[in-house]
């Protein structure tokens, strides 16, 4: 699973062989692939395509393999399970779990605060083999950004970030080949604010280019220049958005802010001016205040919604957002992001009566389309609409999902004497006793949904997955859980091609569950 965009490419034409009619079985296309015919990426497709269709075959099955407690966090990414901060690294590739690497103990000024997985794109050429090998970029407690190999845990690079101020947690903007790191937010203490102290930065995020890495600047992100009610902030898509007390988000471009307001380019490693002289990411002097924003950018685009949300996507360019009006609560509204123009059917609600609120995001597969999920319901659907067009796009259903339950439980009773007796509550739609939609996952290099589903009717809270073709929605496998589910816990579920993991966290300790896929004996 790729956490970096690949840079832009030149194709030259070339003639394609011609395509055969009907479908090849996976001995033809493990021999095509013996004898080298296609180029890399299709045999990539094929060789997915040949493990799609083996792990939809009768025969087999995911089989649970392993467990492991422990008293810290747990993590997985890119088939790799992380225990004790990130010190202890297991593979996931081999039948069983084993260990890729222990590394010594962390003092607490060392703990690692925040990682992200880094894939440099194969096509690039880079500087240092390293740079060519997935790494773990690790943000610690005492402001070090380190680069460790992911196959080692040696460290590859490191960087000291600021003497001056705390970061603390580490984001992607994939389609810029850019990370960012962003400080814990400086608030206004009641005594400060009864001394008329007034705390006008409200945090520093530094931004880099990953392959290599390189330092783009750090700046501040101010009051005094975005308004007082500025509480947060993130890049995204080369967007700099910042979230507002007023429940409103405003959005720059981040390209033109640091075309305008950068004022010395940085290199890790070299002397800088605004250092004194000192060395760029060195100790004790970190890294610069290199684009200091001096007045407010043009804004691009400005959204009140509740909770600070919004999500940017689709084809043509739409966002969804809730109002932060009473009357809108639970629903979402999808507009048009050229001109706010809300899309025809562009309110969608779901019917149900839950505890946790409804889910709704923009499909990971690139489609353009929008997966809503509820307790009972996920409905896929797409966007119907011309760029340029005047008139307003439609939403229209892709394909819909239900859970398939029992009976429900009636409101009304009738006791022995005859006399009817209604409840006064109403069961909900996602009580941990009926058949529940928990999660959906996007296996994209099988183009499949794994869906998360609960059922405790018999007492005892269970859970499987549920495979479904991503395209028409048709249900192709059932995975059980062996271990039981308590929805009362915390719970992550991964599938990663033939691996399944579930993390479930029991108060203060962490469970991991991995399931392999093997062949059913007959």
């Known amino acids: 699973m790729l956490l970096a965009a690949p840079s832009r490419k030149t194709y030259h034409l070339q003639m394609a062989p011609q395509q055969r009619k009907g479908s090849a079985n996976a001995a033809e296309l493990l021999s095509r692939r013996s004898t080298g015919l296609g180029n890399t990426r299709t045999l990539i497709r094929h060789n997915l395509k040949i493990l799609r269709g083996i792990l939809l075959q009768e025969n087999r099955t995911f089989t649970k393999v392993w467990s492991k407690t422990s008293k810290s966090t747990v993590m997985y990414e890119n088939c790799k399970l992380y225990f004790e901060n990130y010190q202890h690294c297991y593979s996931c590739v ?29 096509e690039k050429s880079l500087p240092s083999p390293s740079d060519h090998k997935p790494s773990l970029l690790a943000l610690t407690a005492n402001n070090w950004l380190i680069r460790l190999s992911a196959e080692t845990g040696e460290e590859l690079q490191r960087v000291y970030l600021s003497p001056n101020y705390k970061f603390r947690y580490l984001g992607w903007d994939v389609s810029q080949e850019t990370f960012y790191v962003k400080s814990v937010q400086n608030k206004e203490t009641p005594l400060a604010r009864q001394a008329g102290i007034t705390q006008n930065t409200v945090m520093h995020i530094a931004i880099f280019h990953v392959f290599p890495l ?222 529940t939609f928990r999660m959906v996952e996007y296996e994209d290099e099988l183009d499949l949904l794994a869906i998360v589903v609960t059922n405790g ?42 691996t399944i993991v579930h993390i479930e966290q029991k108060n203060a300790k962490f469970c991991c569950h991995v399931y392999k896929l093997f062949t059913t004996k007959t």
Not at 99 to 119: A, G, N, V
Not at 219 to 236: C, H, P, Q, T
Not at 474 to 498: G, Y
């Open 214 to 435: 390189e330092v783009i600047g750090v700046m501040e992100i101010n009051k005094k220049v975005f308004g007082n009610g500025v509480i947060g902030a993130d890049l995204v898509q080369g967007v700099l958005a910042l979230y507002y007390s007023n429940k409103s988000v405003k959005m720059y471009s981040f390209e033109h802010i640091v075309q305008r307001y950068l004022t010395e380019k940085l290199t890790l490693g070299k002397q800088s001016p605004l250092l004194g002289g000192k060395t760029v990411g060195d100790a004790q002097f970190g890294i610069p205040l290199n684009i200091q924003i001096t007045d407010c950018p043009p804004v691009l685009f400005k959204v009140s919604c509740a909770e600070n949300s919004v999500q940017i996507g689709g084809n043509p360019w739409h966002y969804i957002y809730t109002p932060p009006r009473k009357k809108d609560e639970g629903t979402y509204h999808i507009c048009s992001l050229k001109d706010g123009t809300m899309a025809t059917n562009g309110v969608q609600e779901m019917d149900s009566y839950s505890l946790e609120n409804d889910g709704i995001f923009f499909h990971p597969d690139d489609s353009g389309r929008i997966i809503h999920v509820g307790p009972v319901t996920i409905n896929v659907l797409k966007i119907l609409g011309e760029l340029n067009s005047a008139l307003p796009s439609k939403v229209v259903e892709d394909f819909s999902l239900k859970t398939h339950r029992n009976n429900p439980i009636s409101q009304v009773t009738v006791t022995s004497s005859g006399r009817t007796v209604k409840k006064r509550f109403q069961q909900l739609d996602d009580d941990p006793s009926l058949k």
């Open 457 to 498: 009717e018999e007492g005892e809270g269970r859970a499987c997955i549920q495979l479904h073709d991503n395209q028409t929605g048709q249900l192709l496998r059932t995975i059980d859980l062996i271990e039981t589910w308590d929805e009362t816990n915390k719970n992550e579920v991964f599938f990663d091609k033939d």
């Open 94 to 122: 081999h039948v069983e779990p084993q260990i890729l690497y222990k590394l010594p103990t962390r003092s607490k000024q060392e703990k690692i605060e925040d990682t992200l997985m880094c894939h440099s794109p194969v």
